[in-house]
Nanobody
Framework: QVQLVESGGGLVQAGGSLRLSCAAS????????MGWHRQAPGKQRELVAG???????NYADSVKGRFTISRDNAKNTVYLQMNSLKPEDTAVYYC?????????????WGQGTQVTVSS
């Protein structure tokens, strides 16, 4: 089974920056897609950014120009650089990956990391 472990969340003032990391660990697996989602209190979980193995990315409109997703395929790690943070970015951020083991492809979620942006 593949585990995703996030790190890098915390409390920051509006206009500040944070960098999230998510590392996948396990045996005999590959990852096609990695992404970040977030869930604010009382709201549904939403996609923030995603990246496939080739490096093609996609972003939610609300974060375009402020957030940058990247990955290190050799380390099975995805990063989310968040700049110009706003209070509305406050949420629990979850890492997601599409994992392939043998002939089986499945989705895995991390445990989440809290990001709080104060005004």
């Amino acid at each position: 089974q593949v585990q995703l472990v996030e790190s890098g969340g915390g409390l920051v003032q509006a206009g500040g920056s944070l960098r999230l990391s998510c590392a996948a660990s396990g045996s005999s697996f590959s990852i096609n897609y990695m992404g970040w989602h977030r869930q604010a209190p009382g709201k549904q979980r939403e996609l923030v950014a995603g990246i496939i193995t080739s490096g093609i990315t996609n972003y939610a409109d609300s974060v375009k120009g402020r957030f940058t997703i990247s990955r290190d395929n050799a380390k099975n790690t995805v990063y989310l650089q968040m700049n110009s943070l706003k209070p509305e970015d406050t949420a629990v951020y979850y890492c997601y990956a599409t994992v392939v083991q043998g002939k089986v492809s499945s989705g895995s979620w991390g445990q989440g990391t809290q990001v709080t942006v104060s005004s």
